[in-house]
């Protein structure tokens, strides 16, 4: 990333030919807000199973669902072992039926498996935990290592004294420090063991599992590094876990949050409606330990009664699925000694989490058409709001429409807003929320398509592009400065898998090797905005367009605006001048400004490494007027803070 930083005094205006924009702040009269950024997560893209859940083993269980049949993916035989899918009489569990065994047949030494991980995996000198179950008599030691899937050096391995039984499941378990760091992530796991030792031929396997270090140190945890980059963008709120993944292809196939919960061999797993099996070893429970170690608030979607496919539950059979939610609800926040909260309590939770926020289903407008949309107002939303409210009346119910479409939300439920946008469009939105009295969140927003182009006829744009981004910034100015009202703001969809994705455009993207995690265009401008939370919104008054802007105080009690600078006069800069309301003459305020590439299509691409955001940060001096003047070029975002740090205490930080 490239960063600036010089204390640059009373900065001023270059020359201009562009008349300057005044901006005057009011010191009173704005509106309360606790607005907060966050992300919607949910299992798209590979950004749980192959994402954020750090298992480096793909199919570790041969789990499967009726579009995806089990199968060897990602497993070989090494040595010439047999590997074939077993159902057992005795499987590993009901919800692991499926086994792999490994027959000897006429090999000889030691013989195994591979696996070839998520596209690869990262092999670094640090501890490797997990295990393995096998069933069968083997006498002997099985040999677990991380190797070099183009020449087989192996970086790492370890012995494990086999205790298996001849009738019975044993797990195994692995600590494995690799000697060395792989010089790639084209690496894999592999067992071995002597098959002189295996008594009647051949041994099965499941639930083979490995896991690095995770974020805070979590078991069933989060890879590292795409975790602190989600961190490192200051999110409050969290929504999860969906999106269509909630809702699920059929009634059969919605997101159960209990087939999600207690030990990963109870775990059948979960065909997800983004083309592929989920493990479901992000369950619940880890989505809300992610919240919990993060410190954001969480919004949970419950199932709402519709479909993807279109069934809609109909009005006599809702009540099941009314309790279902009142039952989730019970489990995340319920004392210790109610019945879901003490399952919770089981699993190491005794203390409620906090839940302010439950949304019922996702997008009801969409999948059902106009029946499920009218079935959604009619009955669906209106049953679960006034069950939620009763049972809890501090909760804040949403629903997934948004009033900007016409739709009259009863009270007290709150509206959400999907805007996938053109950049242009966010302008054209800008006024959207200005007089819309009843609160929503915008519980997924990206720039998705490029300006002029076929939209949603067409693919999506291939990154997240710097116009692009600049033009969802406007989209989050025009969210914030109705911040009484807009509660939050999520990115959406947040992580890409780039070996295996369907939506391009993602905050984060990543791959095995964590040097291909990469930040995009989007990442700074989120970043930016949301280090400085507002607690009040000011009144403004100046010119708009091309320069868009809010103005706040802080939670540090600082004086705050933020803009953006979209497309200009002949492309030239912008002088701006802001002045709050009783700032006096001298007062320091730092401007961090971010400006783009040449190619507003340019972005930050993973496997060059270049980021094409400058972030500058200079620190000015109101004049005498009590105005901060500085230039905003095209396609520019900024933010102004009365509240920073002084140069000597960044550099001490940065030390
Ligand atoms: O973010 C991707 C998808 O877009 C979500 O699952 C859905 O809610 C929306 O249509």
Not at 284 to 290: A, D, F, G
Not at 296 to 307: A, D, K, T
Not at 403 to 414: A, F, K, M
Not at 466 to 484: C, H, K, P, Q, T
Request: hydrophobic content about 35%; charged content about 20%; some cysteine.
């Amino acid at each position: 990333m490239a960063i600036l930083r010089s204390v640059l005094l009373a900065v001023g205006w270059a020359v201009s030919s562009v008349s300057a924009i005044d901006i005057s702040i009011k010191a009173t009269g704005g509106n309360a807000t606790s607005h907060q950024y966050g992300f919607l997560h949910e299992d798209i893209n590979h950004s749980g199973d192959g994402g954020i859940y750090a298992e480096l083993i793909r199919n570790r269980a041969f789990q499967y669902g009726e579009r995806f049949p089990v199968s060897l993916a990602a497993w070989s035989p090494v040595n010439g072992a047999k590997l074939k899918l077993n159902r057992l009489d005795e499987p590993l569990s009901e919800e692991l039926p499926v086994s792999m065994n490994v027959e000897t047949g006429n090999a000889d030494g030691r013989i195994g498996f591979s696996n070839t991980g998520y596209w690869g995996i990262d092999v670094k000198k640090h501890k490797y935990t997990g295990s393995f179950w096998v069933k069968g008599a083997y006498e002997g030691n099985f040999t677990a290592s991380l190797q070099s899937a183009l020449n087989g050096d192996v970086f790492g391995s370890v012995d494990i004294e086999s205790t298996s039984l001849g009738d019975d499941w044993v797990e195994h378990e692995i600590e494995l420090i690799p000697d060395t760091d792989a010089p790639n992530s084209n690496n894999t796991f592999t067992l071995t063991f002597d098959s002189a030792g295996v008594k009647d031929g051949s041994l099965d396997f499941n639930l083979i599992s490995l896991f690095p270090p995770t974020y805070r140190g979590r078991k069933n945890g989060l890879r590292v590094d795409i975790a602190e980059a989600l961190e490192e963008l200051h999110p409050t709120f969290f929504r999860f876990p969906g999106g269509n993944m909630l809702e699920g292809d059929s009634i059969d196939t919605w997101w159960d949050w209990k087939a999600s919960l207690g030990p990963l061999r109870n775990r059948r797993g979960f065909q997800n409606t983004w083309g592929y099996q989920m493990t479901n070893g992000l369950g619940l429970m880890e989505y809300l330990l992610w919240a919990e170690d993060m410190g954001m608030e969480l919004i949970v979607g419950v199932y709402g009664g519709l479909s993807l496919d279109g069934y809609i539950v109909p009005e006599d059979e809702l009540q099941p699925w009314v309790d279902d939610a009142l039952n989730q609800i019970e489990f995340i926040r319920g004392p210790a000694n109610s019945t879901w909260g003490a399952k919770r309590a089981e699993l190491g939770h005794p203390e409620p989490f906090e839940l302010n926020y439950v949304e019922i289903g996702n997008e009801d407008w969409l999948a059902g058409g106009a029946a499920g949309w009218e079935s959604y107002k009619k009955y669906r939303f209106p049953t679960f709001l006034k069950a939620i409210n009763e049972a809890y009346p501090d909760i804040t119910v949403i629903s997934s429409g948004a009033t900007t479409d016409g739709y009259r939300i009863p009270e007290p439920g709150i509206g959400d807003y999907h805007p996938y946008r053109k950049p242009d469009e966010f302008l054209s939105e800008f006024n959207l929320f200005d007089n819309e009295p009843i609160p929503h969140v915008i519980g997924e927003v990206s720039s998705t398509h490029p300006n002029g182009g076929i939209g949603w006829d067409g693919p999506l744009a291939p990154w997240p592009w710097w116009i692009g981004s600049v033009g969802g910034a406007v989209g989050l100015i025009s969210y914030e400065r109705n911040a009484d009202r807009i509660y939050g703001t999520f990115y959406a969809p947040i992580l890409r898998n780039l070996n295996s994705y369907q939506w391009a455009i993602t905050m984060i993207q990543h791959a095995a090797d964590p040097a291909l995690t990469t930040r995009s265009t989007d990442w700074y401008i989120w970043e930016l905005f949301a280090a400085h939370p507002l607690k009040e919104t000011l009144p403004v008054t100046g010119d708009l367009n091309p320069l868009f802007y809010v103005a706040g105080k802080s939670t540090k009690d600082s004086l705050v605006w933020k803009g953006a600078c979209y497309n200009t006069t002949d492309h030239e800069s912008v002088p701006v001048s802001v002045s709050f309301e009783g700032v006096e003459t001298g007062t320091r305020a730092q401007l961090t400004l971010l400006t783009g590439p040449e190619d507003p299509y340019a972005y930050n691409d993973p496997w060059s490494g270049v980021n094409v955001v400058e972030t500058t940060n200079n620190v000015l001096e109101a004049n005498e007027e009590g105005a901060f003047e500085f230039e905003m070029p095209e396609l520019s975002v900024a933010v102004l803070d009365t509240h920073f740090e002084e140069e000597s205490e960044l550099e001490e930080s940065s030390k």
